[in-house]
Nanobody, 123 residues
Framework: QVQLVESGGGLVQAGGSLRLSCAASGLTFSTYRMGWFRQAPGKEREFVAG????????YYADSVKGRFTISRDNAKNTVYVQMNSLKPDDTAVYYCAASYSGSLCQDQSYTYWGQGTQVTVSS
């Protein structure tokens, strides 16, 4: 059974930082590209960042480029996103997901999803 478990969310002031983690089990982690998505209240889920199998390829939404950094540790079956200079607009539930193929930016490419972790940025 595949499980993706996010952690690290919370409440932070604008300008602050958080690091989210996503621990994967039940799959051969190194064969999956990984991504982070988010969904704010009343909005559709949107792509945040994606990373290739080995971690050399990374992709970001324009809204987070330069502020967020995605990384992975295949030995620990874990993917991270370091979020700096947080803004109130970053408030959302953040989900990690695993993709075997397809575009990293499209949620249709992802097979497995975590339950999400809440990030709230106060102004």
């Amino acid at each position: 059974q595949v499980q993706l478990v996010e952690s690290g969310g919370g409440l932070v002031q604008a300008g602050g930082s958080l690091r989210l983690s996503c621990a994967a089990s039940g799959l051969t982690f190194s064969t999956y590209r990984m991504g982070w998505f988010r969904q704010a209240p009343g909005k559709e889920r949107e792509f945040v960042a994606g990373i290739s199998w080995g971690g050399r390829g990374t992709y970001y939404a324009d809204s987070v480029k330069g502020r967020f950094t995605i990384s992975r540790d295949n030995a620990k079956n874990t993917v991270y996103v370091q979020m700096n200079s947080l803004k109130p607009d970053d408030t959302a539930v953040y989900y990690c997901a695993a993709s075997y193929s397809g575009s990293l930016c499209q949620d249709q490419s992802y097979t497995y999803w975590g339950q999400g972790t809440q990030v709230t940025v106060s102004s």
